[in-house]
């Protein structure tokens, strides 16, 4: 509990580097193209390239939600919006030289299964047509209890989808109400039963510790009810608290929120229950059970992570399309524009709906391979001990701390995470964060690390 008060403070949670608010060098969209067209031409068939599609629309605000999203009750908006990604795809398709084979399909949100099944068919056949598949392909998407179908199940299970993630956070009728977010136990029982009688191969639930009004109780039976259904995967996410960027978070306050102690008592109650329960701790956040491949990634030590999470799967091209997506060429990075009216008014007239970037440096990359290290494999190691870069060296003296306190080993020719230091993963990467020490940013920028 003395590490937890003494190293919860604001981080980055490191899913790029550098992280979006440390974005400096933008590149104009000829520059976008080029880079996308120099990643596309490095990566070989095999490897593939992975695509993440924005899906923005709910029904109703869930108040402990950070992502961009679009409240409606109009599925009207559902046609229109199609067309544009299809559009953007296209787009992208030109920058092209040769058909594209895609190795990863992710739809998140917002809420996916806001749309239709039929529509969602319309916008995942519009990309397959254009493309040849990897040998081993994922495909899944995010899903919500309590909208989900059979339909929807059924119509992306033929369409190539094996994976799904269902968002659960808390089963608890208190917590539900505070963060507007309801389906019950028997609603996700059923929802997976029909998953899996259909096939689905990789089920996932989301769930996040620190909301308002958890308890310790509450989170034992929330994660009994969730192990009983044995997802392949889980998620224990810490919840973020940043009313300043979203206030919809502004339905509780910080007083209705379990602290520091009590909310990492919440976290270990969790982890102890799932690795009783024969999940294994996988990087930061996530369990899985042996027989899924996130754990066999592991072990191979091709655990990799980009925008869309961890994954089994590498690819040097993440195209993210739709409203707010990020793309990803390794050496560099393009946001799309967050409004949807906007993002369509753009795509519309023809042009890449990009809005700011990053052209990574070539000591943006050294790092970004570390703390990609880091987060994946608990370790990394220096390539050339003698030819320590400032930048390192630097990290390294600052992890000099974190060594006391035994959540690092620091090693000749590099560096190893230790059992307890799993659990302040983000302020260990945070050491070798050359662009965050060099600006001192606002704490509100971050959530608390634990």
């Known amino acids: 509990m003395d590490l937890i008060k003494k190293y919860n403070i604001p981080v980055p949670r490191y899913t790029s580097y550098p992280t979006v608010p440390f974005w400096e060098t933008s590149p104009t969209k000829n520059e976008w193209k080029k880079l996308v067209k120099d990643s596309f031409d ?3 068939d095999s490897d593939g390239i992975s695509l993440y599609i924005h899906l923005p629309f709910c ?8 992502c961009n999203t679009r409240i409606t009750i109009n599925h009207k908006v559902e046609d229109p919006y199609i067309d544009s990604v299809l559009k953007e795809w296209n787009l992208y398709l030109e920058i092209f030289r040769r058909v594209p084979k895609i190795k990863e399909i992710h ?3 917002g809420t996916p299964t806001f749309f239709s099944a039929q529509n969602l068919k319309r916008l995942i056949d519009g990309v397959l047509c254009t493309v040849d598949i990897c040998e081993n392909a994922e495909f899944s998407f995010e899903a919500h209890p309590g909208n989900t179908t059979k339909e929807h199940l059924f119509t992306l299970f033929n369409l190539g989808f094996k994976r799904v993630s269902f968002g659960i956070q808390d089963f608890d009728l208190k917590v539900q109400d505070a963060i507007h977010r309801f389906q019950s136990f028997e609603e996700v029982k059923k929802i997976v039963e029909v998953a899996r009688n259909i096939g689905y191969t990789s089920i996932n639930f989301d ?8 308890t310790l109780n509450g989170i034992i039976e929330t994660i009994n009810q969730s192990i009983s259904l044995k997802p392949d995967r889980i998620a224990f996410y810490s ?3 940043v009313p300043w960027v979203k206030p919809g978070q502004r339905k509780f306050t910080e007083k209705d929120l379990p602290q520091d102690e009590v909310k990492r008592k919440l976290y270990e109650a969790g982890k102890e229950l799932f690795l009783k329960s024969g999940y294994v701790e996988i990087g930061m956040d996530h369990f899985s059970l042996k027989s899924d491949t996130l754990y066999e990634a592991e072990i191979q030590k091709k655990l990799h992570r980009n925008f869309m999470g961890y994954t089994h799967n590498y690819t040097r091209l993440l195209v993210g399309l739709g409203v707010s997506s990020i793309s990803d060429t390794w050496t560099g990075f393009a946001q799309n524009i967050k409004t949807v009216e906007e993002y369509q008014e753009c795509v519309n ?3 890449l709906p990009i809005f700011k970037g990053h052209i990574l440096n070539t000591e ?3 790092i970004r391979e570390h703390i990609l290290d880091l987060m994946c494999k608990l370790e990394t190691k220096w390539k050339n001990p003698e030819l320590i870069s400032g930048f390192i060296s630097k990290g390294i003296e600052r992890a000099k701390e974190l060594e006391k306190d035994g959540l690092v080993v620091i090693e000749k020719n590099g560096i190893k995470v230790t059992e307890t230091g799993k659990s302040f993963l983000r302020n260990i990467c945070m050491c070798f964060d050359a662009r965050y020490w060099a600006k001192t940013p606002d704490a509100k920028i971050f959530s608390s690390a634990i």
């Open 42 to 44: 490095i990566s070989s």
């Open 59 to 66: 029904e109703s605000l869930c108040t402990y939600c950070a």
């Open 107 to 109: 739809l998140g949100g």
């Open 207 to 214: 769930l996040i510790y620190g909301l308002p009004f958890q």
């Open 239 to 241: 919840y973020a608290h």
């Open 349 to 351: 007239k023809g042009e």
């Open 364 to 366: 943006d990359l050294y």
